[in-house]
């Protein structure tokens, strides 16, 4: 199972941020992807989920409105679309694979965010 998180850089607050995960090694439909960051000095936080078969999804509250998720089955690759993007939102962005969003196993490299004026 291989993760590719890309997509991150520099944002202005307010600005917004197109996450992807590429995913490779597995079949990709079968799994559920989600996103989680990790801000420094700070506890990971889980982001987003979005399940494999009927692509229901979840978000968390602290992100509901400003953080959507979907994925593309043919290109293999989960999206995290970021707006409004504000300073607390400042983290190394990490995409994780697994059965379903309670069993996210895998993990690929983050992708660093940086909100800042």
């Known amino acids: 199972v291989q993760l590719q998180a890309s997509g991150g850089g520099w944002v202005q607050p307010g600005g917004s941020l197109r996450l992807s995960c590429a995913a490779s090694?597995?079949?990709?439909?079968?799994?559920?992807i989600g996103w989680l960051r990790q801000a420094p000095g700070k506890e990971r936080e889980g982001l987003s989920c979005?399940?494999?078969?009927?692509?229901?999804?979840f978000v968390a509250d602290a992100v509901k409105g400003r953080f959507a998720i979907s994925r593309d089955n043919a290109k293999n690759t989960v999206y995290l679309q970021m707006a409004s993007l504000k300073v607390e939102d400042t983290a190394v962005y990490y995409c994780l694979a697994g059965p379903d969003c309670l069993s996210l196993d895998y993990w690929g490299q983050g992708t660093l965010v940086t909100v800042s004026s």
């Open positions: 979005i399940k494999r078969g009927d692509g229901g999804t």
């Open positions: 090694g597995f079949t990709f439909d079968d799994y559920a």
